[in-house]
């Protein structure tokens, strides 16, 4: 038998010759053995593909997670940043709230009052019409 | 992820429809020079509605009932003429864009006083009356749940 080193030094010619010599004896189960080792190699390939695929899904999710994340954030700080702050209270004591009430209550009044009055005065304007319309219609 | 969109558009949308509200009204005027402003929160109505001398009414208007009703105020006042302007679009632009009501108008020689209100029924959840005249304009918005007939009889005792 023909050592690893000696093999390295045949030729390819030499090689061929040996191949094909009918006197070489091939060991019985070689041929099962060969089979097993490429089936092997097979279900490997298969397991390094799979693999593969699912790393290739994974990268996919994790990007459309971090593409969500990132979005939902940004919504949020337009919120945030759009969501009028709630102002600090004007007064401490519920006694000058309460003064501040009654004078804007006050104010208010005074202009509907001034509102009212115009609409007398407009009233009155209406009502002499009225009369004068009514003293040439008679 | 069209989904997606479509809901943050969405909230997009009624964010900036938010914005224009009479906080954001305040928040914007109420710390210019010359603008006097108010702030009353919902917990300081309930502090006040807790005041015992509020049983006491006072001796022409009786506005103990509606301050118990209210549950927010923001009021505005400004002699700045080159503020007014401004603010009058900008409440004008609030009530237009809100579902607010005309309650009231009177207008005279540059003079205009409007009152606006949202409501259920008989009860008023906003009020919002806008006085503008040559010296100054003022905003005066409040929120919670008045009876209608409480807040006319209140304003009606104060006109007598």
């Known amino acids: 038998m ?13 090689l061929l010759q040996i191949a094909n010599e009918d006197s070489v004896e091939v060991p019985s189960r070689l041929d099962a053995r060969l089979k097993k080792v490429l089936a092997a190699a097979q279900v490997a390939e298969g397991i390094r593909d799979a693999a593969a695929d699912k790393q290739r899904s994974f990268r996919r999710q994790r990007s459309w997670i971090f593409a969500a994340a990132a979005g939902i954030a940004l ?6 940043n759009s969501v009028p702050k709630t102002p600090k209270d004007t007064f401490d004591d519920p006694y000058l709230a309460y003064a501040e009430i009654e004078k804007t209550f006050a104010f208010m009044s005074d202009k509907v009052d001034k509102g009212l009055d115009k609409a007398g005065t407009a009233a009155a304007a209406i009502k002499k019409a009225d009369r004068i319309i009514d003293t040439i219609t008679k | ?23 954001s009204i305040y928040n914007k005027y109420s710390n210019e020079k010359g603008v006097s402003a108010v702030y009353i929160s919902p917990s300081m109505f309930r502090f006040i509605g807790k005041l015992p001398e509020l049983e006491i009414a006072d001796e022409d208007i009786d506005i103990s009932k509606i301050v118990r009703s209210l549950d927010g105020m923001y009021i505005l ?7 007014k302007a401004r603010l009058v679009e900008d409440m004008q632009k609030f009530v237009n864009s809100g ?24 009860v008023i959840t906003s009020f919002v009356m806008i006085a503008d005249d040559d010296e100054e304009t003022a905003f005066i918005c409040f929120s919670g749940k008045i009876l209608e007939e409480d807040l ?9």
Do not use: H, P, W
């Not at chain 1, 919504?75 to 945030?80: I, Q, S």
């Not at chain 2, 006319?152 to 007598?160: H, L, N, P």
């Open chain 1, 2 to 14: 023909k050592s690893i080193e000696d093999i390295e030094k045949l030729t390819v010619e030499e």
């Open chain 1, 75 to 80: 919504v949020f700080g337009l919120v945030m």
């Open chain 2, 1 to 23: 992820m069209k989904k997606i969109i479509i809901a943050s558009a969405a909230l997009l949308i009624s964010v900036a429809a938010l914005a224009q509200d009479a906080r």
């Open chain 2, 77 to 83: 006042n400004t002699e700045r003429q080159d503020l």
């Open chain 2, 99 to 122: 579902k607010f009501e005309l309650l009231m108008e009177a207008k005279e020689d540059g003079e205009a006083m409007r009152m606006y209100k949202i409501s259920k029924g008989n």
């Open chain 2, 152 to 160: 006319m009889e209140m304003i009606a005792a104060a006109s007598e």
